[in-house]
């Protein structure tokens, strides 16, 4: 149950008992071997299991996943539980004179209603970096969306139906779309505290960026644009907030940072920290999209005041309709060459629509920037990046935090810089690519660079189907009216926030039965971050996988260790419990020399037995024999790189390690309808070591196909305010049918010298690479160059120049014509 | 909230017999698909839910003695796509069904409550233009023919009358030596719905010289209705594919479609793709057609 | 006006009173306490409330409750047998066909199907049956590996 204290180690996951937990555990742990022996062969024995690095492990959480008893926040209920719903803004910007809510409060089954009037001034405004979000709006709404009233009832249904009759009177104020007009001089100013809209403004510079135009062989100028993304996970935000018999407030909540809830709430309800606990709840996607406040604040309040458990779960239309989005950017990209195709400057100016409040849009911007060229030297490089707020929901953060736009831009113009001095994009990158040894913008000294590797992983399957298809297309094998093409591009990403500290810890504790239990801050949101960090806690401590739980995204049982994203969280808090795997097995082989009469240097742990003088023990015998002292025993681990980018000068070390990656994607156009297919795929990256190898693949084929859907068909469309496609209907996620019937992924062979037993990290980071490499088979098939995202199907005709009303008259009817696809 | 009434019907006279006592409170139900969605949108309320989902002799797909195929108006999308007597008789319902959603849809959505919907974008209309196919309703006065060509009127509205029930489609027998074909463009590969673009060809030639003597086609997603061109339709009698009549039947589709614009593609464009993929389908119709076989 | 209906779900029996507009997913999930069947764009396009309705996969958002009284209804709980992961289950389990997992109950009840209809499918015939169904985290792959090890074993 919910509100039960003692959570046993792993519960978390399951809406069962820990005891029918614990009998489906013995079959994961026969399947766990099973892998095991497969993967490690003639070797393996029942006892020399402790090996784990490396291994395509199934994932614990998956086991209830696959049964139909996650632990989902919307499929936990409670005794007494209501629902809330909220009443929102049907204006892009106006005053809000009014607010009746007399005939929803007579509506059936109403507890609650909540407005901005209920909440004290100063706990109204919520956010991550800062807070500038009213949870109910006040005074004003800056966006169609926006909640004014939260509503609890006994059914969904009645709390909706109480939402629908809350009236509010608007005064219209004057709206803003776009960036540009946002900062044109004299407009409305949306936030109090920003002059001129501007919600950050970056300027970076190395090196003297005009002296390299005006001596550029070669110079490629273009404006690029980007439409805003939804994350569409799958499972809408959702949350349940009760206050439990000790008068602690609970949250159990979909989210990717639950410290931030838990500080947050602190403010906002005036409950000492200690009597609030937030848990994640089993996330059903997050990318980005879960770590701002949505119902956590509304669903803890409504539950305050009714003493009742709340229960809120958005709709879709209301995740589309009110929850961040990636940023919408319009930017001028400027790129020098020589005719050997060196690359000598790069000049980028952004503009993007940050939306109505704040959210992650510095981070993005901040990343952006430091991003900017990457993973190519660039002597000369000047960046101008500017959010403005808009009458838009707000833009926040989502996979790769703007990155993948900026790779768009700069993978495009490497193809056609190749393709203009008449080398492969391949060697354009090679020329170009990073090694060990250079230094980035911020002056960071690059190792373990592993991007050459991936070129050259890639290089032969491009130079092999390269050959292949001039045949197929001078042999006139294909289908008439389809071409085919290949586009190469390249990632290089920084694992963690950008050039501030921000340390992950971990703590291990141990148990008298010989189970050991890994307290971690960062989450796993889906990813399967905590089966990684089992792995390396088992082989850390040299001990047998089953022995290991990971707890993590628990408020009262973890440090805050930030939240997961940006790829931080292997990297980071897999350092973190390898720190603490040292202390753990200090404490713990103390613990036991002094019962067994030895000197601590006497003892270890080896291969998920204790060897105590020369005598070996099973793991469990030992934690027995210590039984009255396990409890004392902590292991404590804090992985606190040295980051910092001075934010005047832009130099420093932004990150502590990078992940590296190539992509080759192969299309088909259809060039009477200008539509793509995605055919074949394959991408090859630099991760460092990969700790779970089915893990990782799974992640780089989820990025791609990600990055697939924004470069082909998904866009936010809005008008007068108004979010046009709030559904999967017309919000075209790509499907099964619209993946690459292949994809083929490599890891190359590196090891980080800074990561946990050589890990870098990269989930996130798969989905950097693909529209550049899209954009660039667009031109290889049919010649023409998108410079705008998604790549429609009418604006690649447009660009060929087909499209129009007498160009069919060309058309041929030889042959047998191609079958719909 | 006034309460929901709910009534299961297992005859076509009781189902027409409480619709006339609903009056205009009755909503009949079939297999819920688009119900369904404008429920959970709260795009209505209906007042009295009358289900015909279990009138089996709704079901019904059989030729008849004279050679028409007959569907029940409540045979699924997906009994449509697997049934052997409409493979043998008109595969032109098997292609177009097999475009339809996916089979989680199919097996609730009827062909009978594809055609009442009268959406533009919807499958089922666009291939029973093409095929000539008419409509038989059940209503208080009895049975009424409507030819499919005639059905609908305008967004959303068809000829079906407030008192009447959609009972079957009859498809006229397909003359020999013809072939058939369904093409459909959406910027997904499938599941796309609301800015798809799609065409029906079903024509039959003189054996002896190939040309065109019989010629029906059907659009869908280029106008607020989904649309029978009989001008296109004439112009490729006796014809046969080439160039011109493309060029040809490209201008018509420019000068006779009115196709809406949406968030994804230009009123233009769509007239674009409505001429190429009509010419697509007329293509491989008319190659089946000359193949002697009008399977794929 | 409550509409008296049973329901066969999972092989055992349930009568209870529903609302006429009801839909199958809210009853299964807020009566029945059967939260394996989840629910998100409640227009039949994402697949993740798919169920089996007499063993043909269906959209349960879209399924008004009373139009199932009567029917067999079988959703992700009813999978295991006799305590143990049913050979689909375990294959998504090994072959990292699940991430997030919310979307999980929908593909598993689409490949029940698709298996008991097609045990041999091909590739292609795998993709075509998930179609229906949308994942954001695995980019497919693994799923359609997944139920291929399951189709050739």
């Known amino acids: 149950m919910a509100s039960d204290k003692k959570q046993p180690a792993g519960q978390k996951f399951a809406l069962e008992s820990a005891k029918q937990q614990a009998l489906w555990q013995v079959q994961f742990r026969q399947i766990v071997a099973d892998v095991q022996k497969q993967a490690l062969g003639p070797n393996w024995t029942a006892n020399s299991s402790a090996r784990s690095i490396g291994l395509p492990l199934p994932r614990n959480d998956v086991l209830y996943k696959v049964r139909g008893t996650a632990r989902y926040a919307a499929n936990i209920s409670m005794d007494g539980m209501l629902y809330g719903r909220f009443a929102r803004s049907q204006e892009p910007h106006a005053r809000i004179l009014n607010i009746d809510v007399s005939a929803a409060a007579r509506a059936p089954g109403v507890h609650a209603i909540l407005t901005a009037d209920d909440i004290l001034q100063d706990r109204l405004l919520v956010g991550t970096h800062d807070n500038d979000t009213p949870i109910l709006a006040k005074d004003r709404v800056r966006y169609v969306g926006e909640p004014i009233v939260a509503i609890v009832a006994e059914s969904v249904e009645q709390a909706q139906q109480a939402c629908d009759l809350v009236e509010v009177e608007y005064e219209s104020l004057p709206v803003i779309f776009t960036p540009e007009e946002a900062i044109t001089a004299g407009a409305y100013q949306i936030d109090a505290e920003a002059e001129g809209n501007i919600i950050t403004e970056h300027r970076h510079a190395v090196g003297d960026v005009d002296a390299a135009f005006a001596a550029a062989d070669i110079v490629l100028e273009n404006t690029f644009t980007t439409e805003p993304i939804d994350h569409c996970f799958l499972e809408a935000q959702a949350g349940l907030a009760f206050v439990d018999s000790g008068g602690t407030l609970n949250l159990l909540v979909s989210t990717q940072y639950p410290h931030f809830h838990h500080e947050q709430l602190a403010r906002v309800t005036g409950l000492p920290m200690e009597k609030i606990r937030v848990i994640q709840t089993v996330v059903g996607g997050a990318f980005g999209g879960k770590i701002d406040d949505t119902i956590e604040c509304a669903s803890c309040l409504l539950a305050l005041k009714t003493s009742r458990p709340v229960s809120m779960t958005l709709t879709r239309e209301e995740v589309f309709i009110a929850t961040t989005k990636r940023h919408r950017l319009k930017f001028r990209q400027k790129l020098a060459a020589t005719r050997k195709g060196h690359l000598t400057a790069l000049e980028l100016d952004i503009l993007c629509d940050g939306g109505a409040y704040r959210s992650y849009s510095r981070v993005v911007a901040g990343r952006c920037v430091v991003h900017a060229g990457m993973p190519y030297r660039f002597p000369n490089l000047r960046v101008h990046f500017m959010t403005a707020f808009t009458n838009h929901v707000p833009s926040g953060s989502m996979r790769s935090f703007g990155v993948v736009k900026m790779a768009f831009a700069l993978e495009s113009h490497l193809t056609e810089l190749a393709a203009k001095i008449g080398i492969s994009p391949i060697e354009i990158r090679k020329r170009n690519g990073f090694v060990d040894g250079d230094a980035t913008s911020t002056g960071q000294v690059l190792q373990d660079v592993g991007l050459l590797k991936t070129l050259a992983e890639i290089e032969p399957v491009y130079e092999r189907r390269k050959r292949e298809l001039a045949a197929v297309h001078g042999q006139g094998q294909m289908n008439p009216g389809r071409k085919r093409g290949l586009g190469v591009a390249c990632l290089g990403y920084g694992i963690g926030y950008s050039g501030i500290r921000n340390p992950s810890t971990a703590r291990l504790a141990v148990s008298a039965d010989g189970f050991v239990t890994a307290f971690c801050g960062t989450p796993d949101i889906g990813t399967g971050s905590d089966m990684a960090l089992t792995q390396i806690a088992a082989e850390a401590l040299d001990i047998d996988l089953g022995r290991l739980r990971v707890v993590s995204g628990d408020s009262t049982k973890t440090d805050d260790s930030g939240p997961t994203s940006a790829s931080r969280t292997t990297y980071f808090s897999g350092n973190a419990v390898c720190l603490a795997s040292e202390d753990f097995k200090r404490q713990f082989c103390t613990a036991v020399a002094e019962k067994t009469g030895c000197l601590p240097a006497q003892v270890r742990i080896d291969n998920d037995r204790v060897i105590v003088r020369n005598e070996p023990l099973a793991f469990e015998q030992a934690c027995r024999l210590i039984a009255d002292d396990v409890d004392a025993i902590v292991g404590y681990g804090k992985f606190d790189p040295d980051i910092e980018v001075d934010i005047s000068t832009y130099q420093g070390n932004a990150y502590p390690t990078y992940t590296y990656g190539t992509h080759l994607v192969e299309i088909e156009v259809d060039e009477e309808l200008g539509s793509v297919d995605v055919v074949r795929y394959w991408a090859a990256h630099d991760g460092g070591v990969i700790v779970n190898p089915i893990g990782a693949e799974g992640q780089v084929e989820g990025g791609i196909v990600q990055g697939l859907g924004m470069a082909l068909w998904e866009k936010i469309v809005r008008q007068e305010g108004f979010i046009v496609n709030p559904h999967y209907r017309d919000y075209l996620l790509p499907g099964a049918m619209d993946s690459p019937g292949e994809i083929n992924v490599w890891f190359v062979e590196t090891y980080d010298r800074t990561g946990p037993f050589g890990a870098k990290g990269l989930a996130e980071a798969s989905i950097i690479p693909a529209p550049g490499a899209i954009a660039g088979a667009i031109s290889d098939a049919v010649g023409v160059w998108p410079r705008g995202m998604p790549m429609e199907s009418e604006k690649i005709l447009e660009l060929m120049g087909h499209y129009s009303t007498d160009a069919a008259t060309s058309a041929t009817v030889k042959g047998q014509p191609r079958e719909p696809r | 909230m006034t309460a929901c009434l709910y009534t299961r019907l297992d005859t076509v006279d009781d189902a027409v017999q409480c619709l006339a006592s609903a009056g205009e409170d009755g909503h009949v139900i079939a297999g819920g698909v688009a119900l369904g969605i404008l429920l959970n949108e709260r795009l209505v309320k209906p007042a009295h839910l009358l289900d015909i989902s279990r009138i089996d002799a709704l079901k019904r797909i059989e030729v008849t003695a004279e050679g028409v195929l007959s569907i029940g108006a409540l045979a699924t999308h997906q009994e449509v796509l697997t049934s052997a007597v409409v493979a043998a008789t008109c595969p032109l319902l098997i292609e177009m069904s097999s475009e339809i959603a996916c089979e989680r849809i199919r097996n609730r959505g009827t062909i009978g409550g594809s055609i009442c919907l009268g959406d533009p974008q919807g499958d089922p209309p666009v291939a029973l233009l093409a095929l000539d196919a008419v409509v038989r309703a059940a209503g208080p006065q009895g049975l009424r023919d409507i030819p499919i060509r005639t059905f609908f009127q305008d967004v959303y509205t068809t000829a079906l009358q407030s008192d009447e029930i959609l009972q079957e489609i009859r498809i006229p027998r397909i003359p020999d030596g013809g072939g058939m074909a369904y093409h459909k463009f959406s910027a997904r590969r499938a599941m796309d719905y609301a800015t798809t673009v799609s065409a029906a060809v079903q024509l039959a030639c003189d054996p002896d010289d190939g040309r065109i003597i019989n010629a029906g086609l059907g659009l869908g997603g280029v106008g607020v209705t989904p649309v029978w061109s009989k001008a296109i339709a004439d112009g490729l009698l006796n014809a046969t594919p080439c160039p011109e009549i493309f060029a040809w039947m490209r201008k018509l589709v420019h000068e006779e479609l009115s196709p809406i614009g949406d968030h994804l593609y230009s009123a233009d464009y769509k007239s674009h793709v409505a001429a190429v993929i009509l010419r697509r389908a007329t293509e491989r119709a008319y190659n089946r057609a000359v193949a002697g076989s009008d399977r794929r | ?153």
């Open chain 3, 1 to 153: 006006m409550s509409v008296d209906i049973s329901l066969r779900v999972n092989g055992a029996e349930h009568r209870l009173a529903v609302e006429p507009t009801e839909t199958l997913v809210n009853v299964l999930r807020n009566r029945l306490g059967m939260t394996g069947t989840h629910k998100d764009c409640t227009m039949g396009i994402c697949g993740a409330c798919t169920i089996l309705l007499n063993g043909q996969p269906v959209s349960s958002c879209l399924l008004l409750a009373c139009q199932a009284d009567g029917e067999a209804i079988r959703t992700i709980e009813g999978l295991e047998r006799d305590g143990a992961l049913s050979p689909l289950q375990e294959a998504f389990l090994r072959y990292g066909a699940v991430q997030c997992g919310f979307c999980t109950p929908g593909f598993l009840m689409t490949a029940v199907a698709l298996l008991e209809k097609n045990p041999k499918p091909d590739r292609n015939e795998i993709i075509d049956a998930l179609k229906g169904n949308l994942c954001r985290c695995t980019g497919y792959m693994k799923i359609v590996d997944a139920i291929e090890f399951v189709a050739n074993n």
